[in-house]
């Protein structure tokens, strides 16, 4: 596309570019890149092979590559409002995270998920306040209905309890939703059973610095 026609007219040309990004982007490009520039390399003319998918929230403050302290090319991240993975579904609309899933899977052959939720989770916390009332017109609200049976299990089970545990609960719980609808994907659910991929429900509990991680052996989640 030419560059002053159709939508990059709706560009305000260069003076608001943000300034932090570029700058961010010349101190990895002087100080970072030069010590691994041979494996940047070396990706790239092989290509990616990632063991680890990740499924992680959009939240700012926990970024998989910085909280497991990876390198290029280690991890294949997926990161969407509050973790979700949605069940197999008619393919009508657009599945971002699924057709991410598809190629981690199918593609580069992963040997784990894992569902990465997290404390003081925005989305969730939007659930737990809108629950049956979302709007419709809302994309957020539609996209969280598919962790709804974990708000209603922590409303049923923890409805005495406070606003920051039945957060905490649902945040758990809704890892327990996305780590069933994986299965319902028959390229996941063929490969699990063969024993050729493994997953797993993790949380990291940012005041403790944790990691938790779901032992379904004990239906609990555990510091690992
Ligand atoms: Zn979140």
């Given at each position: 596309?030419?560059?002053?026609?159709?939508?990059?007219?709706?560009?305000?040309?260069?003076?608001?570019?943000?300034?932090?990004?570029?700058?961010?982007?010349?101190?990895?490009?002087?100080?970072?890149?030069?010590?691994?520039?041979?494996?940047?390399?070396r990706l790239f003319a092989e290509g990616?092979?990632?063991?680890?998918?990740?499924?992680?929230?959009?939240?700012?403050?926990?970024?998989?590559?910085?909280?497991?302290?990876?390198?290029?090319?280690?991890?294949?991240?997926?990161?969407?409002?509050?973790?979700?993975?949605?069940?197999?579904?008619?393919?009508?609309?657009?599945?971002?995270?699924?057709?991410?899933?598809?190629?981690?899977?199918?593609?580069?052959?992963?040997?784990?998920?894992?569902?990465?939720?997290?404390?003081?989770?925005?989305?969730?916390?939007?659930?737990?306040?809108?629950?049956?009332?979302?709007?419709?017109?809302?994309?957020?609200?539609?996209?969280?209905?598919?962790?709804?049976?974990?708000?209603?299990?922590?409303?049923?089970?923890?409805?005495?309890?406070?606003?920051?545990?039945?957060?905490?609960?649902?945040?758990?719980?809704?890892?327990?939703?996305?780590?069933?609808?994986?299965?319902?994907?028959?390229?996941?659910?063929?490969?699990?059973?063969?024993?050729?991929?493994?997953?797993?429900?993790?949380?990291?509990?940012?005041?403790?610095?944790?990691?938790?991680?779901?032992?379904?052996?004990?239906?609990q989640f555990e510091s690992l």
């Amino acid at each position: 596309m030419n560059a002053k026609s159709g939508i990059m007219n709706q560009s305000q040309g260069t003076s608001n570019w943000p300034q932090p990004l570029i700058e961010g982007f010349l101190r990895f490009r002087d100080n970072l890149f030069p010590s691994d520039a041979i494996e940047y390399s070396r990706l790239f003319a092989e290509g990616q092979q990632p063991k680890f998918l990740i499924i992680g929230c959009c939240d700012s403050r926990v970024d998989p590559a910085i909280i497991f302290n990876c390198a290029p090319g280690e991890l294949f991240v997926v990161r969407n409002v509050a973790n979700i993975v949605p069940p197999n579904e008619a393919r009508i609309g657009h599945h971002g995270t699924t057709a991410a899933l598809e190629y981690g899977v199918c593609n580069l052959g992963v040997e784990h998920i894992v569902i990465l939720g997290h404390q003081c989770c925005g989305g969730i916390q939007t659930l737990l306040h809108t629950g049956e009332k979302s709007s419709p017109d809302s994309f957020i609200d539609d996209w969280m209905s598919l962790v709804e049976p974990a708000r209603a299990s922590v409303e049923r089970d923890y409805a005495d309890s406070s606003i920051e545990i039945r957060r905490t609960a649902c945040e758990q719980r809704a890892i327990l939703v996305s780590l069933k609808n994986l299965l319902t994907f028959p390229w996941i659910a063929q490969r699990v059973a063969e024993k050729s991929l493994a997953i797993h429900g993790w949380y990291f509990d940012i005041d403790q610095a944790q990691l938790l991680g779901y032992n379904a052996s004990t239906g609990q989640f555990e510091s690992l």
